[in-house]
């Protein structure tokens, strides 16, 4: 009993569960709303130039890569 009083003072001063999740779903409306009210201006694309430097090769067979070649065995594949 004491108990119970205890929990409906507390119900009394703070936010309730179930106000809680009624004060969420207005926010979220409202919120939605305002995204809504936004008028989209579109924007013109633009295309993106790579240029010289982005279409030049990049492999290089250095000792590194040949070691690479050699210990997995692809030489063989070769012969």
Do not use: C, W
């Not at 001063?13 to 305002?34: E, I, K």
């Not at 936004?38 to 790579?50: C, G, H, N």
Request: no cysteine.
């Amino acid at each position: 009993m004491r108990q119970e009083n205890e929990t409906r003072k507390d119900g009394e001063t703070s936010l309730g569960r179930r106000q809680f999740f009624r004060a969420l779903g207005g926010g979220t409306a409202a919120a939605a709303a305002a995204i809504a009210s936004v008028p989209l201006t579109p924007t013109e694309a633009q295309a993106y130039d790579p240029g010289n430097a982005e279409t030049r090769s990049r492999y290089r067979e250095t000792d590194h890569v040949k070691a690479f070649y050699r210990t997995n065995g692809y030489e063989t594949l070769k012969k």
